[in-house]
């Protein structure tokens, strides 16, 4: 799964957006499980956190495959963040600080359906929407350059860099879907009754500006991708095989993790197992 990690500088347009692997589904369903079982002894080890971002254009598949290789977890152990349009509260402070307050605890697996990742490509494409952070150095759109993007991206990399040097695990995916796909479920969307609360006029708009989209993730994938956070681009057109490969690539890179194991019990309690079965059996 090596071939989807971003290691060095990529150029989407370059990057396959559809990979079919047989037996997907059922793949994945035995993948799913033993991610659920490690994430079980993970709870019980309660050192790591792990922390999956998950992005993408819309109808990308991101709500369908949190829902699919998930679907094996003890929910006290998984909680999932889906970010929108900022709150006023949300407003009222830093851009990363719903992210912080979102994140995993240790021996939980947090999933962030649209990341702290918003705010350096949404924000890119429509500039306009930084002025309602309401930042000091920033009166209009013009004061929103090169160096203010400079900052921000140094800001994120210090923020997942303090992440993973504390504790938690942290993978990236950028669900990458053709424009052609995309169209294909937009459509599906309008033809499908039981789907078209899906759909929004909004959606045609931000299409138009696909091009806009597929720059800046490419330029925010290039900056961010680090060893402590790395980014993995996943062809999205197969959503069975995009499920698969998000799975196994976690659960091939958590089982390296050799010191995650449930832990000992108390040498007091471990000698006298016998005396507290005995007595509950004799109640």
Known sequence: MDEYKVRSKITLKHLKTKVVIDNAKQQLKVIRKQLGDLQNTMYAHNKYAVLVCLQGMDTAGKDSLVREVFKDFNVRGVNVHSFKVPTELELSHDYLWRHYIALPERGKFGIFNRTHYENVLVTRVHPEYILDENIPSVNSVDDINEVFWDKRF?????????????????????????????????????????????????????????????????????????????????????????????????FDTLIQYTDIKEPELDDNIKANIALYKEHLQNE
């Open 154 to 250: 140094e800001q994120i990399n210090n923020f997942e860099r303090h992440l993973a040097e504390n504790g938690t695990l942290i993978f990236k995916f950028f669900l990458n879907l053709s424009k052609s796909e995309q169209k294909n479920r937009l459509l599906r969307r309008l033809n499908k009754q039981e789907k078209n609360w899906k759909f929004s006029p909004g959606d045609l708009k931000e299409r138009k500006l696909w091009d806009n989209y597929q720059t800046c993730y490419e330029d925010a994938i290039n900056r961010t991708s680090r060893p402590y956070a790395p980014w993995y681009t996943i062809p999205a057109d197969d959503k069975p095989t995009a499920r698969y490969l998000v799975a196994k690539i976690l």
